[in-house]
């Protein structure tokens, strides 16, 4: 079955580091790929997605690129902030179906 | 600003007392799933409508049921809640591609953290 493998937290950085949480896969198909984040008592916000091979999706000064040779979409940032601390969840979908399999989720906690 | 909403944020219960959670949505997506997240865990599906149709996971207690009397709101009840019950409970939506929309990308509401004394 669909399964996702995050680096374990939690992360501690200072602020301005660069930060990289691995997140790999196992899918059948040809999945669509999203991070979650989720601050403190909130729900799920969705961060990026890529939905096809070499596809880069970004926002909010992340990235992640999807690579379908190592099955991997690692979550990049290159200055984190203290407002930047939460938990951040990979997940995929495959075949436009409804579901979504989650990693087991990465805390991030920045300090000054 | 289109969003999903959820009620209360925080639901205080007794052990086996029912109880029930509310979702509207106001993105007019067709598609309104429910998850329990338990502490530090990934959210877990419990089960989703497609339009007016009822898709339960296969492990998914009895307990737990659900009821969307229109395209903007979704309930989960809760027959008679347990300690190992208390949990956030999120709602997300999205909108099929037969509507124009992208199925696998979801959008969450900001949970509703159940307690059971």
């Known amino acids: 079955g669909d399964s996702v493998t995050q680096m374990e937290g939690p992360v501690t950085l200072s602020e301005e580091a660069f930060l990289t949480i691995n997140c790999t896969y196992t899918a059948t198909g040809y999945p669509s790929l999203f991070w979650y984040v989720q601050y403190p008592g909130e729900g799920l916000q969705l961060l990026l997605k890529a939905t096809k091979a070499d596809d880069k999706g970004s926002n909010k000064g992340f990235e992640a690129t999807y690579r379908k040779e190592t099955t991997s979409f690692h979550l990049e940032k290159g200055s984190v902030q203290v407002s930047d601390s939460a938990v951040y969840f990979c997940?995929?979908?495959?075949?436009?179906?409804?579901?979504?399999?989650f990693g087991t989720g990465t805390q991030l906690k920045v300090e000054l | 600003d289109a969003m999903v909403i959820q009620n209360p944020r925080y639901q205080v219960t007794q052990f086996g007392k029912p109880v029930t959670l509310s979702c509207s949505q106001t993105?007019?997506?067709?598609?309104m799933y429910w998850y329990q997240q338990k502490s530090s865990q990934a959210p877990k599906l419990l089960f989703h409508?497609?339009?007016?149709?009822?898709?339960n996971e296969a492990d998914t207690p009895d307990n737990f049921q659900s009821r969307r009397p229109n395209t903007s709101f979704c309930f989960l009840d809760i027959r008679s809640p347990g300690l190992g019950d208390a949990a956030m409970y999120l709602c997300?939506?999205?909108?099929?591609?037969?509507?124009?929309?992208?199925?696998?990308?979801?959008?969450f509401g900001p949970g509703t953290r159940l307690t059971v004394l």
């Open positions: 997300a939506t999205s909108r099929d591609r037969a509507v124009g929309g992208s199925t696998d990308t979801q959008y």
């Open positions: 997940a995929l979908s495959t075949g436009g179906g409804n579901k979504l399999t």
């Open positions: 409508y497609y339009d007016k149709d009822f898709n």
């Open positions: 993105l007019n997506h067709n598609v």
